[in-house]
Each structure stands twice: as structure tokens, then as C-alpha cells.
């Protein structure tokens, strides 16, 4: 008998220690330089500025941010023109609407650089 609750208390404890193991995705390193298919150049850098520079040799400076899904999954905030959340880059594809990167639909592909 004491063996059987050993055994169911070994297995709570496997079960309470596998479901508190955290949810197992992976942080999304968005720094670096990337470029969007048309040529538009993105440099995010570490201190959480940008520079964006587009192919007539116009540059902007801004910030970016890393915000969450409702289902934790996660995403960067783009700053352009004094707009906070104007571009959404996910999964190495740049949307212009928030409801476009969670529908995954009208992405732009962008190429990181090394």
C-alpha cells in the first residue's frame, strides 16, 4: 500500500512540476538590420532606437519597443512619423496593422543581415 502512494505522489509531483516549467517559446531577438523586399534598410539596435533608412537615401530616427499577443506571443512596435505602433514586425514580416500581423495576412518579408 505505501508503495501505491509513493507512486501517485511521485507522479503529482512530475505532473505539478511539468505543467510549472513555463511555456516553452522561445524570446525573439528583433535587433539588427533588415531589409523589406523593396529596399527600405531597418536598424534596430539595442537601446530600443531605429533607423530607417529608404532606398533615396531618406533616413528617419525612432524607437522600438517589444509588446505581447494576448496569447504571449511576441512582436515589435515600430515608431515612424511620430506614430508609436506603426509598423508591426513578427516573425520576420512586417505588417502596417496590428489585425493584419495577427491574421497573418499582408506581410511584407523582410531579410536580416548578419
Not at 533615396?56 to 515612424?80: K, M, P, R, V
Request: hydrophobic letters at 30%; proline letters at 2%.
Amino acid at each position: 500500500m505505501q508503495k501505491i502512494i509513493s507512486f501517485i505522489g511521485g507522479c503529482i509531483f512530475l505532473s505539478v512540476l511539468v505543467s510549472c516549467g513555463g511555456s516553452g517559446t522561445k524570446k525573439q531577438d528583433f535587433s539588427g538590420v533588415f531589409f523589406t523586399e523593396s529596399g527600405i534598410r531597418f536598424e534596430l539596435k539595442t537601446d530600443s532606437t531605429t533607423l530607417i533608412q529608404f532606398k533615396d537615401s531618406t533616413t528617419y530616427e525612432g524607437t522600438w519597443s517589444i509588446s505581447h499577443t494576448e496569447d504571449n506571443q511576441e512582436y515589435a512596435n515600430i515608431e515612424f512619423g511620430g506614430f508609436p505602433k506603426y509598423y508591426y514586425l513578427k516573425d520576420n514580416k512586417l505588417y502596417y496593422k496590428e489585425k493584419d500581423m495577427l491574421d497573418d495576412q499582408f506581410a511584407t518579408p523582410v531579410v536580416y543581415v548578419n
